[in-house]
């Protein structure tokens, strides 16, 4: 089946230092992907479609200054969490979605990156 | 729109006994609808989904699932719970035509005791 991987798994990071966080579909490609976050014991919720060659697109409320999303190519979407701070610390969990054109696509989640920032 | 509600945010059952876990839904357009289970600190698994083909969905490690539109509900059933079921489990719909972000339930957490 179709893996979305996500690096690193786990990162902690001082206040005020950005971090990259990576989604690729390992073996298909995507022209959508979507990043979520997840607070402790809450559901996820959206921040952002990333579109391969285009800007992305912000859910209300989430600071496209602050989170930057790059879609540079088919397999690979990167989350920049730029000057975070420790309100940023979050688990963070990317999506791919298959694109097969007039069917039902399936989407994929990575595993997730946990952010801390002290 | 769409929206999930999960009645009851933690879930307490023995083990062998029947596990339901609660999910309705709210969407303007036909949806599709998954179950997902979360274990600490790890990403999600698909337990199953609904496309609009059969209503009786079976998934993974005995779950099974069924949409019933006039009650817009997609409740997650399991007939005897194993100490391995213990999770966060999430409801989630996801529109058929545009938009295909997926729209989580606030999540249930399944307690299993001995």
């Known amino acids: 089946g179709a893996v979305v991987s996500q690096h690193p798994s786990r990162v902690i990071c001082k206040s005020g230092t950005s971090v990259k966080i990576e989604c690729r579909s390992l073996?298909?490609?995507?022209?959508?992907m979507f990043w979520y976050r997840q607070f402790p014991k809450q559901s996820l919720m959206l921040m952002a479609t990333?579109?391969?060659?285009?800007?992305?697109?912000?859910e209300q409320g989430v600071e496209k200054d602050k989170f930057l999303i790059n879609h540079a190519s088919l397999t690979l979407s990167t989350l920049t969490v730029t000057s975070a701070h420790p309100e940023d610390s979050s688990f963070y969990i990317c999506?791919?979605?298959?694109?097969?054109?007039?069917?039902?696509?399936?989407?994929?989640f990575g595993p997730g990156t946990r952010l801390t920032v002290l | 729109a769409q929206s999930v509600t999960q009645l009851g945010s933690h879930v307490s059952v023995s083990e062998g006994a029947l596990v339901l876990l609660r999910c309705n839904y709210s969407?303007?357009?036909?949806?599709?609808l998954f179950w997902y289970v979360q274990y600490p600190n790890q990403g999600l698994q698909l337990l199953l989904k609904?496309?609009?083909?059969?209503?009786l969905v079976k998934g993974i490690n005995g779950f099974e699932a069924e949409f019933k539109k006039s009650e817009t509900s997609f409740h997650l059933t399991k007939p005897s719970a194993h100490m391995s079921d213990a999770a966060e489990y999430f409801c989630?719909?996801?529109?058929?035509?545009?938009?295909?972000?997926?729209?989580f339930g606030p999540g249930t957490r399944l307690s299993v005791l001995p």
């Open positions: 999506s791919a979605l298959t694109n097969i054109a007039g069917s039902y696509n399936e989407q994929f």
């Open positions: 073996d298909f490609q995507a022209t959508t």
């Open positions: 990333s579109n391969e060659g285009s800007k992305a697109t912000y």
């Open positions: 969407s303007s357009v036909p949806p599709y």
């Open positions: 609904y496309t609009s083909a059969a209503t």
């Open positions: 989630a719909v996801r529109s058929s035509n545009y938009g295909q972000n997926f729209v």
